[in-house]
C-alpha cells in the first residue's frame, strides 16, 4: 500500500503564485510515475502534469510554461510549482502515483482558488 499526501493549496490573487507538493510513504517503489491531476466542480478531473523516476515530464497544454513539476525521489515527494495562475486553474488538485501492480494511489486532494 502506497499513501499520498498533499499539501501547500491555498487561496491567491490572478498572477500569484502557489507550490503544491505531495509525500508518497508506504510501499513506494524505484521505478514508477506521479502525476497532478485536477477537478472543478462539475467538471471531470483532468490531467496537469506527469513526472517519471527518470525526471521525464509531460505538461498539459492548458498550464505548459506556468507550471513545473519536479520530484526529490530521495524524500518520495512530488511538487508543483504554479506561477502566473488564473481563475480557471482554481479547482481540487490531487496527486496520483502508478507503479507496477494495477493498483493507482490517489491523495486526498488540495483547494487552489484563483481570484480575479
Known amino acids: 500500500q502506497v499513501q499520498m499526501v498533499e499539501s501547500g493549496g491555498g487561496w491567491v490573487q490572478t498572477g500569484g503564485s502557489l507550490r503544491l507538493s505531495c509525500a508518497a510513504s508506504?510501499?513506494?517503489?524505484?521505478?514508477?510515475?506521479m502525476a497532478w491531476y485536477r477537478q472543478s466542480p462539475g467538471k471531470q478531473r483532468e490531467f496537469v502534469a506527469s513526472?517519471?523516476?527518470?525526471?521525464?515530464?509531460n505538461y498539459a497544454k492548458s498550464v505548459k510554461g506556468r507550471f513545473t513539476i519536479s520530484r526529490d525521489r530521495a524524500k518520495n515527494t512530488m511538487y508543483l510549482q504554479m506561477n502566473r495562475l488564473k481563475p480557471e486553474d482554481t479547482a481540487a488538485y490531487y496527486c496520483?502515483?502508478?507503479?507496477?501492480?494495477?493498483?493507482?494511489?490517489w491523495g486526498q486532494g488540495t483547494q487552489v482558488t484563483v481570484s480575479s
Open positions: 496520483y502515483l502508478k507503479q507496477s501492480g494495477p493498483d493507482d494511489y
Open positions: 508506504g510501499s513506494v517503489e524505484r521505478f514508477n510515475v
Open positions: 513526472i517519471s523516476s527518470v525526471s521525464i515530464t
